[in-house]
DNA sequence: GTCTATATGCGGATAGAC
DNA sequence: GTCTATCCGCATATAGAC
């Protein structure tokens, strides 16, 4: 069946580039592992690029509108009071957990979502961040209200240090459970992302010096 | 000169790894960049692997010394009341920025940096792991004095999350730049990640409901 | 839609002259 | 130590039979 087909070429490729990465990934490995023809990839998704959109695009466009359904509902809720942080992180941060654990965790998700951040070239993150910008603005300024000591010269940057903590965990929780005796769920974890990053964005603002000078070095 | 021709290539490949990626990185695009012979790699370092294990080892080193030896500062000053949070978190996340600067603002390096972290395969992860060890045990360690609150099941994880932060900012901050007016400096970006992780480490630990019930959704 | 066979090029590595 | 030339395998992609 044909539809069957690319269901199984777009699972097996989410399972192997989270393993391995994207350019280490062949489409003869993907095309084993799905136990499809090598062919079948180019003739229904174009090219091993167009490939990689197609599996992100499956788990992305669900993740982020997640992220938006969820803030427009705390945001209804909360009326003219505002939303409170700890809701607006958790968000953020849950939907991409969300997804995990409908599967039984399977850690594999999580890895590709955590390499997707990091592992791909620039044009690709041009990409990437053109989607991720309408969710990363609406966050922005709904955070703004209850970190109002924040401003557009610290907000970004704590906003990126968060999808860093969030995008490692999902890459290296794995190797992470099994160096401690941790018997942590994915739902532990989580929360404890949710804890360490309101914290974290809610910091009182580093006395600006107002650059003294340039730290500079001869050579 | 041979050993000017080892140096070359080692900054050729850093420069260029630090931007595509290890995988994407072909040994004739270093050799050309370094303006060395193609077989020169394999005579200096024996194969492309141990080539990036030089690169590594080279920036790596110097690092987590310096970051012991800082802790070792801190430590001896503070003598029996114990370092602060903040001298601890300064000494671990400071050095890599101090490289940083060393060189006038490269930002190929802390790109680097982030990639290690997160683009490598498993067995890769496991030596570099193994040498991160001493360091995390050590910070641990120290983190615990002014952490009391945190135990076993959530230092570690927490200590995760900054490095997530560091190594995500490292490898994205040149991207964020561009995005905002910004004028931040690395020196800036590193004083606001200090506060963020000091305080997303301090968070006050979540009320452990045991596990109410798997936060779950029909579809 | 699926398959085989193949085109075409790039990858890491090395033999051997200088 | 450096270079050329080359081995050899694997990569993506596609032509064309079924």
Chains 1, 2 share one sequence.
Request: with cysteine; charged share 20%.
């Amino acid at each position: 069946m044909a539809s069957d087909t690319k269901r199984r070429i777009l699972d097996a490729a989410e399972q192997l580039i989270g393993d391995k990465g994207f350019p280490s990934t062949s489409m003869r490995d993907i095309t084993k592992a799905a136990n499809v023809n090598l062919a079948s990839v180019n003739y229904h998704f174009g090219s091993k690029e167009a490939l990689l959109a197609a599996v992100l695009a499956r788990r992305l466009q669900p993740i982020n509108e997640r992220r938006l359904q969820l803030l427009d509902e705390i945001e209804t809720q909360a009326d003219d009071r505002g939303a409170t942080l700890y809701d607006i992180v958790r968000a953020f941060l849950s939907p991409p957990f969300e997804q995990q654990t409908q599967w039984g965790y399977n850690e594999t998700f999580l890895r590709l979502l955590g390499r997707i951040h990091s592992e791909t070239n620039e044009e690709f993150r041009q990409v990437f961040m053109s989607e991720f910008e309408l969710v990363f603005q609406r966050f922005a300024v709904a955070l703004q209200r209850p970190l109002p000591h924040l401003t557009n010269s610290n907000l970004p940057w704590r906003m990126l240090f968060m999808v860093g903590s969030m995008a490692f965990t999902m890459s290296w929780g794995q190797s992470m459970m099994l160096r401690e005796d941790s018997s942590a769920t994915p739902d532990d974890v989580l929360n404890e992302l949710i804890a360490f990053a309101c914290a974290g964005l809610a910091a009182p603002v580093h006395q600006e010096i107002s650059h003294p000078q340039q730290l500079q070095e001869t050579q």
